[in-house]
């Protein structure tokens, strides 16, 4: 019964907060409102979506999501002072490549997502039958550091969410 | 409540908002024309300006919250849908420019190592 109503209860209760954000008021009608596209939206196209990610260790999101905010404010002060107070050509740009350990797609998602807002990183492209990411760096004197700050930082803490 | 009487901590905090905000798009901007590779330039526009609009928005949510007394949450849908497209086009363009033969061509001078195909 729960399941047939619900499809996907994570995609109903973001479908539903991004609407309550809409409405920009939680009045009762959007309250209303929101809970019938949340339930509605995900059960006409479930068949869309068959996978469903299983998202564990609420703790963690939370250290994961204040750890990510961090690091773009980091990032974009490292950015702005290597593009305004270095000379382009003394940049050491390199591409790396991540052999990865994540196995569902979600979380490779936000991984990729997340090296991209992150220190001087890039996720340029995906590679499905090495199982591994291609990393862009703006600036990399030592390659092996980004990968392993990438793995230690991220990906441990991605694991531990989608498991 | 209107901005004339906003006190004069919160203007401070919202002035400075913004123009940190402003700065850091405009340092995204110059990225763009400053680094000489394709590579390199996507990383101002999906950093500096992620930062810049963030000021941005953060200014407006504690400018509706301190002058006109009302609670905008609007702005955090924007920087859910910034997070989702930022990444997405950027590995777009980066893909693109790949698939051309980018980095072997554009790229030799100052990107070290090229991607394995």
């Not at chain 1, 404010?73 to 382009?88: D, E, G, I, T």
């Not at chain 1, 740009?93 to 890039?122: H, K």
């Not at chain 2, 905090?13 to 700065?23: C, E, N, Q, R």
Request: charged share 15%; with cysteine; proline share 8%.
């Amino acid at each position: 019964m729960t399941a047939a109503l619900f499809p996907h209860p994570l995609l109903s209760a973001a479908i539903a907060t991004v609407w309550i954000l809409l409405a920009n008021e939680p009045t009762p009608g959007a309250i209303v409102l929101a809970a019938i596209v949340g339930v509605a939206i995900p059960k006409f196209t479930s068949v869309y979506w068959p996978g469903r990610p299983r998202v564990r260790n609420p703790r963690m999101i939370v250290e994961y999501t204040l750890i990510v905010l961090w690091d773009i404010v980091v990032s974009n002060v490292q950015v702005a002072r290597l593009v305004l107070f270095r000379r382009p050509e003394t940049l050491r740009s390199r591409f790396v490549t991540i052999a990865l350990d994540l196995d569902s797609p979600e979380a490779i998602t936000v991984l990729a997502g997340t090296i991209t807002m992150t220190p001087g990183t890039l996720t340029a492209d995906y590679d499905p039958d090495g199982h591994t990411l291609k990393v862009h760096c703006l600036h990399a004197p030592d390659p092996d550091e980004v990968v392993a700050t990438i793995k230690e930082r991220y990906e441990r803490r991605l694991r531990s969410i989608f498991r | 409540m209107t901005p004339a009487e906003m006190n004069l901590v919160a203007e401070l905090a919202v002035s400075a908002l913004l123009v940190a905000g402003g700065i850091f798009l405009l340092v995204g901007s110059y990225a763009l024309a400053r680094l000489p590779d394709t590579m390199q330039r996507l990383h101002g526009p999906t950093k500096s300006t992620t930062l810049g609009i963030g000021g941005v928005l953060i200014a407006s949510m504690l400018y509706f919250l301190l002058a006109e007394g009302t609670l905008s949450i609007h702005e955090l849908l924007i920087t859910l849908f910034l997070f989702l497209t930022a990444p997405v086009s950027a590995n777009l363009v980066a893909k693109a420019y790949m698939r051309r033969g980018g980095p072997q061509a554009g790229a030799g001078r100052t990107t070290h190592g090229r991607p394995t195909p």
